[in-house]
């Protein structure tokens, strides 16, 4: 038995993507949700909508989770905790505060939910970090057969590497157990006006300077903000020195002009909890402008400086639909679709202004500047790569196509952008 009829499947939390799907089901049990798997139709699981394309859309019906029991257990001998899908990052702090423990990374806002993130490679920043799928010890998931099945490492050979980053095409997953590390304190601060040439010569060495670091540009002044996060207590921390020829801000900051530095979370070297530091953006409050289409490529970090020229080469055609653009690194992992397979790479992030047709002509452009270092787009986010492009930057593509047509071979969370992707149709 269902509960409930399906509520209107509504947009993406930007608005751009209006879902093409009949309903959201929201089943009440892991059996209710079974149940709606084995009636069979078209079904695509859908997180807290912080897509910028049609990832999640379905031609039949989309699948929240929030409704299920939620689920939030703290296993603190093995540094791990087992969460429900309906859970947003933002949920986990208070149970990871009172057993001291801590996730190692965080994106730049606590508003996502985790199972949405793990599934399209959502990352911070830190070149010891790497994307959030990387830290999932085990997976559960409703299959298109109806079934449960764990996945864990130790017992999914190969395919664990398929499975954890997959982009809601293997199954509807509806737990996660997330590898935790002892809680710690991060100082954040931002360095401002620093100059564009100091960061192209140093790039490696800035990013690298601290637990993360992200760089913001506009593209457009050649003075730029870098925002560091040093873990407290760390050996060889950063303490306020180098600023690269710039200086610390004198009061809190933004990084997109002109919205309010309350929205963002505490700076000037104040200590405070990893969850309140990591993420750039407060969960009470509208995260990045609000307004906004956003892109994201992914490059080997021995191709980063020269990546950042390229764009550097066509700074006027992004710079007049951008809002900011971000530079962050990760670390290399082993999972079959992420961007960060198998290199330490570097992201280069943009948030555009919210007109698709002003915008998808840059994209081109930056695509095109980026296309010989091999880049890699966020699967999330505005990209217009070729399947047959997506082929040659994924080894391991063939494999989770296979993976797919094992596990679902009738297509029951079928998507139109990701089976091109994937070179389904
Ligand atoms: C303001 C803003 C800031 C952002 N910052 C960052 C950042 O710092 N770093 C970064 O990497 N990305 C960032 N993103 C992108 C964001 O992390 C991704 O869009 C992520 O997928 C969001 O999770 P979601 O739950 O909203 O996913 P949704 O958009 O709801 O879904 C995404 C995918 O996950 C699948 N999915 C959802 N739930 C399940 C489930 N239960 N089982 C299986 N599959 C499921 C869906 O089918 C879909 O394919 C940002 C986005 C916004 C809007």
Redesign the pocket.
């Known amino acids: 038995m269902l509960s409930g009829q399906p509520s209107s499947a509504g947009t ?3 608005g751009n993507v209006v879902f093409g799907a009949a309903g959201v089901h929201s089943p009440r049990s892991v059996a209710e949700l079974q149940a709606l798997v084995s009636r069979g139709g078209a079904l ?9 394309n049609r ?2 859309d379905t031609t039949g019906h989309l ?1 929240s ?1 929030t409704g299920l029991p939620p689920v939030l257990e703290v296993d603190r001998p093995s540094h791990s905790v087992r969460i429900g ?1 309906g859970l947003r990052y933002g949920d986990l702090t208070d149970a990871l505060h009172r057993a001291c423990l801590a996730l190692p990374n965080t ?3 606590p ?3 985790v ?3 793990c ?6 920043s830190g070149t010891r970090n790497r ?1 959030l799928s990387a830290g999932v010890r085990s997976l559960t ?1 409703v299959t298109a057969g109806g079934d449960i099945m764990t996945a864990d490492r130790g017992s999914h050979g190969d395919d664990y590497s398929g499975v954890m980053l ?4 293997l ?4 737990e996660l157990v997330l590898e935790l590390v002892p809680a710690f304190e991060v100082a954040q601060t931002v360095v401002e006006d620093v100059e564009e040439e100091v960061v192209e010569e140093q790039l490696s060495a800035i990013l690298s300077a601290a637990y993360s670091v992200s760089i913001f540009t506009d593209w457009r002044s050649g003075r730029l903000q870098v925002w560091v996060k040093e873990r407290v207590g760390r050996p060889g921390a950063w303490a306020g020195s180098p600023v690269w020829g710039g200086r610390p801000a004198d009061g809190p900051r933004h990084p997109i002009e002109g919205m309010p530095p309350r929205n963002a979370t505490t700076q000037l070297g104040i200590p405070g909890p990893w969850s309140e530091r990591l993420p ?2 407060r969960l009470d409050f509208t ?2 402008s609000g307004a ?1 289409l ?1 892109s ?1 490529y992914v490059v080997p970090a021995s191709e980063a400086a020269a990546a950042w020229q390229a764009l550097g080469a066509v700074r006027e055609r992004i710079a007049g639909v951008l809002q900011v653009s971000e530079i962050r690194s990760i670390a290399a992992d082993d999972l079959w679709l992420s961007p960060t397979g198998g290199s330490p790479a570097v ?1 280069f ?1 943009f948030t555009w202004i919210p007109d698709k047709e002003a915008v998808l002509p840059v994209v081109a452009v930056v695509e095109q500047q980026l296309a010989p270092f091999g880049a890699r787009p ?1 699967w ?2 505005v990209f217009s790569t070729s399947p047959g492009e997506l082929a040659s930057l994924y080894p391991r593509m063939g494999a989770f196509r296979r993976l797919v047509t094992a596990m679902d071979p009738a297509g029951v969370f079928g ?1 139109e952008l ?1 089976d091109r992707w994937i070179g389904l149709r």
């Open positions: 993406n939390w930007a695509r699981p859908i997180g807290s909508r912080h897509s910028f990832i999640a699948v989770l899908a994106g730049s806002l508003h996502i939910s199972v949405g993130s599934a399209t490679g959502t990352h911070g994307i998931m997959s982009l809601g095409r199954g509807i997953v509806t750039h953006f995260p990045s906004e956003q994201e992201a992030h966020h999330a986010k998507n990701v």
